[in-house]
Nanobody, 124 residues
């Protein structure tokens, strides 16, 4: 069992940066691929970024490519999402997720564990 806790959300202005963290506990998540998803009010949850469990392999949604960076520190059991050049349309609750296996997925149904989410609000 893996427990995930996100932090780092907040209210920022357009153009600002935030770094979200996702701390895992319960067991090491070295063998888990991880992902970030977000859900805006009234909309479905959508994929944001993912990182494989092994070699550095990442994937991003087109909407965040070039602005967001996902990384992980296995020694700290923590995943990060560095978000730069934030836009009002990035406003959402951000969730981290972990899936058993090395390969990442852009589909939330493939993930086994989820955090409770952290709110990111970007004002114009």
């Amino acid at each position: 069992q893996v427990q995930l806790v996100e932090s780092g959300g907040g209210l920022v202005q357009a153009g600002d940066s935030l770094r979200l963290s996702c701390a895992a506990s319960g067991r090491t998540f070295v063998g888990y691929a991880v992902g970030w998803f977000r859900q805006a009010p009234g909309k479905n949850r959508v994929f944001v970024a993912a990182h494989s469990a092994g070699a550095i392999s990442t994937y991003y949604a087109d909407s965040v490519k070039g602005r967001f960076t996902i990384s992980r520190d296995n020694a700290k059991n923590t995943v990060y999402l560095q978000m730069n050049s934030l836009k009002p349309e990035d406003t959402a609750v951000y969730y981290c997720a972990a899936k058993v296996g090395l390969r990442y997925s852009v589909d939330g149904v493939d993930y086994n564990y989820w955090g409770q989410g952290t709110q990111v609000t970007v004002s114009s």
